[in-house]
């Protein structure tokens, strides 16, 4: 048995030992390598490891979890953690834990990741490419990762797993209001094509220069990835069952019925080979494919062990990471790995096929007015390229999409042969696999 499973599993005991019904163990061993850069060069380099648990403990439907730093003062702290269980409010919509006899899949880091001593030459790549492409500013981060995780639970978890990505975000400026952003996610370093990633966002720049005001009104939008990736952010965390049970959600008793058109299939992918891949989840339950929406119906939400047993149905193995403190569940269903899997359309085609639209790069400052409708607005951000019959003609700036989420899932007609993974700050989180989308008709508004 590894460290970690050995050691995920000493805390588990300790805290049945001392009058735990359920527990959770979960130790995560990670190592980060940082470079920050800006203004055509880097001006940051940071590297931090960390090794810490985080613990759940339930003494009936009596709840309680922490973020576990000290592990060579488990046992007194998990001692601590049980007995405020004991003393805590009863937890109505604690389920329990995942119990089983579970079989695990074995992923192994990429070793090339796991050896990389110095990232800078790909940033500096990265920068030569945005500055070949006309750029005059190139900024952005790049993260090399190497994770571990151990976990152990009363239910008969008993699993190990580890992953290694590099992540490389890229803006370029060819003026103060003409910039292109680009991102790469890899959990293979053979993968990562850091000049072509830079010239992208030097193109992208390029190609802003000069924008003016753009029209309000109804028009169609083609959506990069990471322009959709930043709005499945959200639509991604409303499949949740708990956000559905507390009605923060637009897919509330919508099971069955049509959510979008029938261009799309919404998956969860935690087993596919990505930088958020997944063995297990937090409750220790082997992770699964899940199609949430088929063909634009909505098939399925996506459950914990207590969501499952209030909606009566199966976990889907998307019990999203315990939080350390008193909360409503042991866990909270997410979506680990979004996918929309790709269409029949090449990029070049939907540009082509559109009248009067607007080419979306990046976006920022998703905000809904009614969780529940799906009532939003989004600020694009960088290159914004204004396309008529079937040409980008130029750049327009601030403007604000404002309409409604599930309008917009609906009105998807054009979806692209090729998708990319994304990743990007809060904005696009989790990382997600996405194609290129062109959205009908959204309603566009001034952004100042």
């Not at 500096?124 to 976990?151: F, L, P, Q």
């Not at 790469?184 to 220069?209: F, H, Q, T, W």
């Not at 891949?277 to 119906?297: L, Q």
């Amino acid at each position: 048995m590894s460290e970690l499973k050995e050691q995920s599993e000493r805390i588990m005991e300790l805290a049945r030992t001392a009058g735990a019904d359920d527990a959770i163990a979960e130790v995560i061993d990670s190592s980060v390598s940082q470079i920050r850069f800006s203004a055509n060069r880097v001006d940051a380099s940071n590297s931090w490891s960390e090794k810490h648990a985080i613990v759940l403990v339930a003494v009936g439907n009596r709840t309680m979890s922490t973020d576990l730093r000290d592990l060579d003062n488990a046992k007194q702290i998990v001692q601590e953690l049980v007995s405020l269980a004991k003393k805590s409010p009863p937890n109505k919509a604690y389920g329990g834990i995942a119990s089983g006899k579970f079989k695990y899949s074995k992923g192994r880091a990429d070793r090339a990741i796991k050896n990389l001593r110095d990232p800078s030459r790909y940033v500096h790549d990265a920068i030569a490419g945005a500055r070949s492409e006309g750029a005059i500013d190139v900024g952005g981060t790049m993260y090399v990762t190497h994770e571990r995780n151990g976990i152990a639970s009363t239910g008969g978890a008993l699993a190990e797993a580890e992953r290694a990505h590099v992540r490389l975000s890229v803006r370029a400026f060819a003026q103060p209001e003409a910039s292109g952003q680009t991102v790469s996610c890899n959990p293979r370093l053979s993968s990562l094509k850091a000049r072509e990633v830079g010239a992208r966002a030097g193109e992208l720049a390029r190609m802003a220069e000069n924008p003016v005001q753009g029209e309000e009104g109804k028009l169609d939008l083609i959506m990069e990835p990471l322009f959709l990736g930043c709005l499945v952010q959200s639509v991604g965390s409303m499949m949740s069952a708990l956000r559905v049970d507390i009605e923060l959600s637009m897919f509330a008793k919508k099971i069955g019925k049509r959510v979008s058109s029938d261009e799309i299939t919404f998956v969860d992918d935690p087993i596919m080979e990505s930088t958020s891949s997944r063995a297990f989840d937090h409750e220790g339950v082997p992770t699964r494919r899940n199609v949430v929406i088929k063909d634009g119906v909505l098939k399925t939400y996506l459950h914990n062990t207590s969501t499952a047993k209030k909606f009566k149905t199966r976990t889907t193995a998307s019990a999203g990471p315990l939080v350390p403190t008193i909360f409503t569940l042991a866990t909270q269903p997410l979506a680990f790995h979004p996918v929309v899997l790709p269409g029949g359309w090449k990029a070049e085609e939907i540009i082509k096929d559109t009248k009067n639209g607007i080419y979306l790069n990046n976006t920022w400052y998703t905000r809904y007015q009614n969780y529940s409708t799906g009532d939003f607005s989004t600020i694009p951000r960088d290159a914004l390229l204004k396309i008529e019959n079937g040409e980008i003609v130029g750049p327009v700036k601030n403007i604000r999409v404002s309409d409604n989420m599930l309008n917009l899932l609906k009105s998807i007609d054009a979806v692209s042969k090729t998708s990319q993974e994304v990743f990007w700050w809060d904005e696009a989180n989790p990382p997600a696999t996405l194609p290129m989308i062109r959205v009908k008709a959204m309603r566009i508004t001034r952004s100042s």
